[in-house]
Nanobody, 124 residues
Framework: QVQLVESGGGLVQPGGSLRLACAAS????????VGWFRQAPGEERDGVSC????????HYVDSVKGRFTISRDGAQNTVYLQMNSLKPEDTAIYYC?????????????????WGQGTQVTVSS
């Protein structure tokens, strides 16, 4: 069964850190571009970061550059999003998505596998 499962969300104070994980089952995630997206209430689902197939490149939106880092662990078949210096405006449901042989950046309509999302809340 092909599946992506996000984890690692939670409540954190401004300035804090979280590490999100996107674990794949049923396929080798290393062959896929993996994107992280987020959606706040009443907003569109927007791209945050992406790592290309075989990790040849990575991409970040300007609002998270220098604060977020995307990485891949092939042995765990997992992609991580390390989020530091979190701000209240980072609050959203975070989703990961995968596309075979993808090269970042990619529009969200290109992805064919999606996880169920994990809530990140940044608040004092």
């Amino acid at each position: 069964q092909v599946q992506l499962v996000e984890s690692g969300g939670g409540l954190v104070q401004p300035g804090g850190s979280l590490r999100l994980a996107c674990a794949a089952s049923g396929f080798a995630l290393d062959l896929y571009a993996v994107g992280w997206f987020r959606q706040a209430p009443g907003e569109e689902r927007d791209g945050v970061s992406c790592i290309s197939s075989k990790s040849v490149s990575a991409h970040y939106v300007d609002s998270v550059k220098g604060r977020f880092t995307i990485s891949r662990d092939g042995a765990q078949n997992t992609v991580y999003l390390q989020m530091n210096s979190l701000k209240p405006e980072d609050t959203a449901i975070y989703y990961c998505a995968a596309l075979m042989w993808g090269i970042c950046p990619l529009p969200k309509d290109e992805y064919n596998y999606w996880g169920q999302g994990t809530q990140v809340t940044v608040s004092s």
